[in-house]
């Protein structure tokens, strides 16, 4: 059937803000969406809250609002823009959910809005534990033994008739939240109680814990007509018992014969069709390694992050044919993009291997648990394609960033085999390379296998890649050798070290392949390419034969898989760089490894190769590009880390220079910079040894802000009071970095921080906005709630703000994007850094201010002036801003166990939302809420613990009167208390964790706790009081608050009387009309 | 052992020996199903070819006797990227290598089979040769003397050398729903996969395969309650008198179902024409549609021939199902005989099973022309 002419006006939801579990791949199938819509002519409404996504571009969709994602803002949303259609299978669980929220309330058919794509009775039988297993059964697909539950009493009574170890599923929460395997009955006491709480509908499945079967995933589509196809299967390493989200993923399968693959592949087909879904959907499945037993274990009912994956494993774009097909369409009637000649009912045919590696936040949390489970934990992920699985390895490893450059891990090595083979039954995040050391060791594959059920075929591989490692460091390197090193993916570098060789025989040249959906069966049109060491190469031929010979050909640097500190921000600007790019008459080409992304959709740029940006990857591409030059500055440090290696190889940096970087970031040229421009920053040294940092902590004064030069997100970044604190800290940095670079050592000024980004094409500068952080200085800027335009800033520090940010601009030759941190102290401005690139807060200002920062930068970087722009120079506006925004931080916490919830230099928000309104107070009250903060009233009963460090006191006291007088009882810790009660507020005393029972976990259990005020001189090791505290707090979902600054804003907000229902919904894209207008 | 992989136009590609060593001529085609190797290498319409696969890595869960779908390879050679020398799977026996062995082929791997397969897709199918005797290089006489071999190579008298000498019949491994009296199928062996058997075993069917030179009389002696045409190699308009038997069975209004060389071999025998694809359909992944458009299935396909649907006389029958990519004939439904037909493989193996119901159709049309049920 051709598209539905009743549909044109859609609603689609976003997935808010990145978590864990949600990240970027709803940006990329959101953004997918709109496009299709748009290029069918239907007119798109967007919600999101996430102002870091390309989503909520107007460029994207013809009307956003960046409001909180709740039930009420969208039905307020319907009622002004009126939609015929809400899309809800795009936008992750958190879209879904709102959805049927909406539907089942009967607001969309009361407002006559129809929801496409799926039912919410569909909803319900793949997500509700027992109307799924009825709808399992009634298919005859087997399931894992397995009851829902309502009470903890069930849940310990069916565990005692199927026997430990069982696995506890909440009900409707997103990536496993609150899951896990019990061993014993006393944990799943622990773990049930935690589950049922967190479940919104109070239910949990007990489940027979089945860890060692193979685990399987489908992708699957159906149409109206009921055509069904499979986009891609994919087999975990890591078998059953770790969340697929923290596994090591193939496409397609490889241990399964024939038999297998189409039993389960028509147990998809089935299970799609009996739910009557219009769309994606993922089936995962659990396969007995021995026979043909198998249990249907998850179904998604949406566009998921395993389609995001599929999508750019296979090039089917399941995101755009899900939309066309809720338009209407059915599977025949769609092309398939990748060919222009057949159609989108197919399945595609791989003739590569992929691998996805997860990227965990473990370098970062050095004190988190790291061990896995049902719970995911990674923050992103990388792909790798090969046509071999150990060179796919090879660049997944590279891809990642955790420095290593084989599957080697130094910290196994330093263990005796013993030691290694009992490692092997820690199942956390460095399981694959202890495997690898044990394979290197000798290790027989059924002792490994024996452990850990790694399925023997990948052990014979991995067994490969450690036997060629261990090849290179004996005998002679002769040409063959090398060769076949090269052809699994080791790089030269690395083939050096290994041989110890200055040398190499001559190297063979990268042939790129085209990932085409069809094995190359018919002739396709994607720009989409893997490099391999074979003898065609594609994409030379492609370049020759599509690439204009008279467009510059401009390489862009994508920024390499979501962490914290480098977000879905740094996609939105290289995605930007490279449309601006195109719109100038430049052929754009994209390297990046994410496959969450938009940068990495095969369309987005002129050309993608999908490999690791390593130097030696990038040079192979240069080589078969050989591009007119490249941008480096907007893929977050991951790009910015090729400077160097770009200006020794002689390809010309558009924009900012190579050396301007390093003039920023090396301590002794940076203060040469700041003396030649006049510009104070706090008092400061270079240290590489404790003797050194201690010496230096004496001289400065504490307390000392300490980082190691060279991170990004404030990695390992602390705030030292003493000299204890510096031998602990400097004791974890010298672990977890390279120490070839020093650590900073900074005078720590308490004071207001702010961040300004500005544009600037050598000469003149613009500041599109600056914006203050609520949270003073010491929390990291990733971590602050953070407004636009300042609220308290006086013009002579605003002047001085812009002045100085023009004087680095100018100083450090920027051409293109620039971004410095201040802090203001009396109205006196120092400066704490300065990064000549894009930042984390180009979306959020580029959305707020409607100036389109990446391209007016991108513009200048290919020699255009900005006087010529129509923005003109100096501070955008005056400042002046019809609208406030506030930025707010979202966490992760919940599913990082033995991470401290304690904000500091070092970033621990996974994403951000934001909040727009005519007042401050009303934004920030948006924000707060976007970001998840629940606004309660104080009933019978309900309380605040107040439990902060002595240097808070003062400020708490303040806190605690309002809330008092807001209604709550106030409970405080030994000292708190005595300090509030000799400031005349009541305040009743409970016991810390560690005193005798009842204490305050009793207290937290009691579930009359709304809030929760928290700081302490010392954080991190999850050890101590004060972070157990925190932590439970966390588990059991109340609001802690851990800077005086953020609970000062709250508390306000909560005292405020605005009425969230009441505030004006800005559409972002007439800010945007509106500035493109004012030129 | 180097291995060397020469093709009819010159080019060499250079690689290791897989399998027996020796030279072998055949047509080179590629097959994309990304699993299903060892029903692919067992299935006799590949006689007289030399198989490319297009995924990379093949064997990797091994052979096992279950999964073939003929006793031997009918191949003339194996091309793969890389054959797993460890496999893994609960039913896995042996390797790829040593299967190969064991049939006597001769394999090359290590060379850029999506080169190879780009060559194919350009050019049409090619012929080529597998030789691990000489490097076409170093001693390219040897080379020149074998190209006018490779050139002239062409694949004749195909069904007649893989059809079975002599008849056989299967009991049903389940009873039908229609009670316990089996229906007889007669299945006319052009080059039979195993699974078209069994998939009418399964179904409640009694099932003699014959020669696929039995007559109309063989035929009518057996008195079947219907009759399947099986798949099978090479160029369907060379099986003159096997197209005339055909359409002599026919012609008594013997239910009949026939798959892809039974398709075409229907098709000549109602008069229509076949033609050569350019590089065939080889995979798992083709989509095939109903003529109506109702719906659309992903269907298991191996041919090189096709039938033009628009010499089908409109009296004698119509086009059922079409190839969604390229609108190529995939079905016939047949007025003037009880029969219907379809290019592509619904026994599966390897491949997707959405279609297998088509075996259910032909199980009603013989229930119905028996009597036993109405006519469905």
Redesign the interface.
């Known amino acids: 059937m051709p598209k539905d002419p009743r549909i044109k006006k859609v609603l689609v939801i976003g997935s808010g803000p990145i978590i864990i579990g949600q990240a970027a791949e709803f940006d990329y199938s959101g953004t997918q969406a709109c496009r299709a819509l748009k290029s069918e002519g239907v007119e798109t409404v967007l919600v999101n809250s996430n102002p870091a996504t390309i989503m909520t571009d107007p460029d994207i969709a013809d009307h956003v609002y960046i409001e909180p994602l709740t039930a009420e803002v969208v039905e307020r949303i319907i009622e002004k823009e009126k939609p015929d259609a809400i899309l809800p299978n795009l936008g992750g669980q958190m879209g879904l959910n709102l959805s049927m929220e909406l539907a089942r309330s009967g607001f969309l058919d009361r407002s006559g809005v129809r929801l496409l794509a799926c039912k919410p009775d569909t909803i319900d039988r793949a997500e509700d534990r027992q109307l799924f297993k009825d709808t399992m059964e009634k298919l005859h697909q087997p399931i894992i033994p397995s009851k829902v539950v309502e009470d903890l009493d069930d849940a310990l009574d069916f565990a005692e008739v199927i026997g430990y170890p069982v696995i506890v599923r909440p009900a409707f929460t997103m990536g496993g939240t609150g899951g896990g395997i019990c061993e014993d009955r006393e944990k799943l006491h622990e773990i049930a109680t935690n589950g049922l709480r967190l479940s919104p509908i109070h239910q949990i499945l007990v489940e027979k814990c089945i860890s060692g079967w193979k685990e399987i995933e489908y992708e699957v589509m159906r149409d109206s007509k009921g055509n069904v196809i499979t986009v891609c299967n994919m087999e975990n390493l890591d078998p059953v018992g770790i969340h697929t989200g923290d596994s090591i993923v193939v496409a397609p399968s490889q241990t399964l014969s024939d038999k297998e693959y189409q039993m389960l592949r028509t147990a998809a087909l089935d299970i799609i069709t009996e739910l009557g879904i219009e769309g994606g959907c993922n089936c995962q499945f659990a396969l007995k390694p021995d026979s043909f037993e198998y249990a249907v274990i998850e179904v998604n009912p949406r566009v998921s992050r395993s389609s995001a994956l599929a999508s750019k494993a296979t090039g089917y774009p399941i995101a755009k044919v899900a939309t066309k097909i809720a338009l209407g369409y059915t599977l025949d009637e769609i092309t398939n993009d990748v060919t222009g000649e057949t159609c989108a009912c197919f399945e595609p045919a791989l003739d590569y291997v992929v691998v996805k590696y997860p990227k965990w936040p473990f370098d970062k949390f050095v004190y988190a648990d790291k061990s896995l489970g049902t719970q995911m934990m990674a923050t992103g992920e990388v792909m790798a394609i090969g046509n071999n699985f150990e060179h796919a390895m090879m660049k997944a490893v590279s891809s990642t960033e955790l420095g290593l450059d084989t599957m080697t891990l130094p910290d196994f090595e330093k263990l005796t085999t013993e030691e290694v083979i009992e490692h092997l039954h820690v199942q956390d995040s460095e399981r694959a390379f202890c495997v690898y050391e044990a394979l290197k060791r000798g290790v027989p594959h059924d002792v490994i296998y024996d452990i850990t059920k790694i399925d023997w075929w990948f052990l014979d591989k991995l067994q490969h890649l450690a036997d060629i490692e261990m090849g290179l460091k004996t005998g002679e390197l002769t040409t063959e050798k090398y060769l076949n090193a090269k052809r699994f993916g080791f790089l030269d570098k690395t083939i050096k070290r290994l041989a110890g060789v200055d040398t190499l025989p001559e190297a063979p040249k990268a042939a790129f392949k085209m990932v085409d959906t069809c094995a190359a069966e018919f002739s396709a049109k994607t720009p989409y390419f893997y490099s391999t060491y074979d003898e065609d190469n594609e994409a030379k031929q492609f370049i020759a034969e599509r690439s204009d010979p008279n467009k510059k050909k401009v390489l862009v640097f994508g920024s390499g898989p979501i962490r914290i500190g480098q977000g879905i921000e740094f996609d939105y600007c290289s995605v930007h760089a490279v449309w601006t790019l195109k719109q100038h008459g430049c052929e754009a080409i994209l390297v990046n490894n994410n496959p969450e992304t938009v940068s990495t959709d095969f369309d987005t740029g002129d050309r993608l190769y999908f490999d690791p940006l390593n130097p030696e990857s990038v040079d192979h591409i240069i080589e078969t590009e050989k591009p007119d030059g490249c941008l480096v500055q907007f893929g977050g440090q991951t790009a910015i880390k090729l400077a160097k290696h770009m200006d020794e190889i002689g390809l010309p940096i558009l924009g900012t220079p190579a050396d301007a970087i390093d003039e920023a970031e090396d301590r002794e040229r940076f203060d040469e910079l700041l003396e030649r421009c006049g510009i104070p920053r706090p008092e400061g040294r270079t240290v590489f040894t404790l003797d050194e940092a201690l010496q230096a902590a004496q001289e400065v004064g504490y307390p000392v802000l300490m980082r190691p030069s060279y991170v990004l997100g404030g990695q390992n970044m602390i705030v030292a009071y003493n000299s204890s604190d510096v031998i602990e800290y400097m004791g974890v940095i010298t672990k977890h970095v390279d120490m070839s670079h020093p650590v900073l050592m900074d005078k720590y000024i308490l004071g207001t921080e702010c961040e300004v980004d500005a544009i600037c094409d050598g000469t003149d500068y613009l500041v599109p906005g600056i914006m203050q952080q609520v949270e003073r200085t010491g929390v990291h800027s990733g971590d602050s709630i953070c407004v636009y335009p300042p609220t308290t800033f006086s013009q002579k520090v605003i002047d001085t703000l812009v002045d100085y940010t023009g004087r680095f601009a100018r100083e450090l030759k920027v051409v293109g994007l620039v971004n410095v941190q201040y802090a203001v102290q009396n109205d006196r401005v120092y400066v704490i850094e300065v990064n000549p690139r894009s930042s984390r807060t180009v979306p959020y200002i580029s959305k707020v201010t409607g100036v389109p920062m990446v391209d007016l930068a991108v513009r200048c970087t290919l020699g255009e002036k900005l006087k010529d722009m129509g923005y003109g120079t100096g501070l955008w506006r005056n400042g002046q801003s019809p609208y406030y925004a506030v930025k707010v931080p979202v966490y992760s916490f919940l599913k990082l166990h033995g991470v401290d919830t304690m904000l500091g230099p070092e970033m621990k928000s996974t994403g951000e939302v934001l909040g727009i309104a005519p007042t401050f107070h009303e934004a920030m009250m948006k924000g707060l809420v976007a970001a998840g903060y629940q606004f309660k009233v104080p009933g019978p009963g309900s309380c605040v613990i107040i439990s902060v460090k002595d240097s808070d006191k003062a400020e708490a006291a303040k806190l605690a009167w309002k809330l008092h007088d807001y209604g709550y009882k106030i409970y405080g810790t030994p000292g708190t208390a005595k300090y509030l009660n000799g400031e005349m507020i009541p305040c009743s005393v409970v016991r810390q964790m560690s005193g005798a029972r009842p204490n305050v976990l009793d207290l937290l259990e009691s579930g009359l706790v709304d809030y929760i005020i928290s700081t302490s001189p010392h954080g991190r090791d999850p050890h101590r009081d004060s972070v157990k505290f925190r932590r439970k707090a966390t588990e059991l979902s109340i609001p802690t608050i851990t800077a005086m600054d953020t609970a000062s804003v709250l508390v306000d907000a909560l005292r405020g009387d605005h009425d969230i229902s009441q505030m004006e919904l800005v559409d972002i894209a007439n800010l945007h009309r509106e500035a493109a207008n004012g030129k | 052992m180097q291995a060397y992989l020469i093709l009819a136009n010159g080019r060499v590609f250079r690689g290791v020996s897989v399998g027996c060593p020796g030279t072998t001529i055949g047509e080179v085609v590629?097959a994309?199903?990304?699993?299903?190797f060892?029903?692919t290498l067992t299935d006799p319409s590949y006689y007289g070819q030399i198989i490319t696969q297009?995924?990379?890595?093949i064997g990797?869960?091994g052979m096992?006797s279950e999964?073939t779908e003929s006793g031997k390879i009918w191949a003339k050679g194996y091309i793969v990227?890389?054959a797993?020398k460890?496999?893994?799977?609960?039913?896995s026996e042996e390797t790829l290598d040593s299967f190969l062995k064991k049939n006597g082929i001769i394999g090359i791997e290590g060379i850029?089979?999506?080169?190879l397969?780009?060559t194919l897709?350009e050019s049409g199918v090619m012929n080529g040769a597998i030789t691990t005797e000489f490097d076409p290089d170093a001693e390219p006489e040897k080379k020149a003397a074998l190209l006018p071999e490779i050139a002239a190579y062409a694949v004749v008298n195909a069904v007649k050398t893989v059809t079975c000498r002599e008849a056989k019949t299967y009991e049903p491994t389940q009873a039908g729903e229609w009670g316990d009296t089996p229906l007889h199928v007669a299945l006319l062996d052009l080059g039979c996969k195993n699974n078209i058997v069994r998939c009418l075993q399964k179904r409640g069917c009694r099932v003699t395969v014959l020669p696929g030179t039995a007559t109309a009389a063989e035929l009518a002696k057996l008195n079947p309650d219907g009759l399947m045409l099986s798949n099978g190699p090479g160029d369907p308009a060379e099986n003159v008198e096997i197209i005339a038997n055909i359409r002599e069975m026919l012609n008594t209004g013997i239910p009949t179902f026939g798959i892809c060389l039974g398709h075409q071999l229907t098709a000549l025998a109602a008069g229509a024409k076949t033609c050569k694809l350019k590089?065939g359909h080889r995979?798992?992944?083709?989509?095939v549609?109903h003529i109506s458009?109702?719906?659309?299935?992903?269907t298991s396909q191996n041919h090189g021939y096709a039938v033009e649907d628009e010499t089908l006389s409109k009296d004698v029958g119509q086009m059922s199902y079409f190839n969604?990519?390229?609108g190529t004939c995939e079905g016939v439904d047949y007025f003037k005989w009880n029969c219907f037909t379809v290019q592509f493989h619904p026994e599966?193996?390897?491949?997707?099973?959405?279609t297998e119901f088509l075996f259910d159709e032909f199980v009603s049309r013989m229930l119905a022309a028996k009597g036993v049920i109405d006519n469905a």
């Open positions: 590629f994309t199903g990304m699993v299903g060892e029903e297009t995924y990379p890595l990797n869960y096992n999964d990227r890389e797993c460890t496999p893994s799977n609960f039913r850029d089979t999506r080169s397969t780009r897709r590089y995979g798992a992944n083709q989509p549609s458009k109702s719906r659309t299935f992903i969604a990519n390229d599966a193996n390897g491949g997707p099973k959405d």
